[in-house]
């Protein structure tokens, strides 16, 4: 059983900068690979961006360059530097991880952008 506890969203003004972090209660070090999504109401869930164990990065093209996963091991919290914030990257993001045969979700936390 694992528990991920997203925070750190809130309103912030297009053109700014906002971080996620994603607290896990294992050891993240032994996840294959950890994510972020987002949802839009009435969107699919759409992701966004993934760490692997080594440290790998991948990017949706619509955060890609303005978006940043990161993660610290000793404190088991992977985090979403978010950049350049548009009034699109408004969601409710998640993180998530699968370890076989189960996926795990956080509850998820709001970023509005707006003026």
């Known amino acids: 059983q694992v528990q991920l506890v997203e925070s750190g969203g809130g309103l912030v003004q297009p053109g700014g900068s906002l971080t996620l972090s994603c607290a896990a209660s294992?050891?993240?070090?032994?996840?294959?690979?950890m994510h972020w999504f987002r949802q839009v109401p009435g969107k699919e869930r759409e992701w966004i961006t993934t760490?692997?164990?080594?440290?790998?990065?991948n990017y949706a093209a619509s955060v890609k360059g303005r978006f940043t996963i990161s993660r610290d091991i000793a404190k088991n919290t992977v985090y979403l530097q978010m950049n350049s914030l548009r009034p699109e990257d408004t969601a409710v993001y998640y993180c998530?991880?699968?370890?076989?045969?189960?996926?795990?979700w956080g509850q998820g936390t709001r970023v509005t952008v707006s003026f």
């Open positions: 998530y991880v699968y370890l076989s045969p189960y996926d795990y």
């Open positions: 294992g050891n993240i070090f032994t996840f294959n690979a």
């Open positions: 760490i692997t164990r080594d440290s790998k990065t």
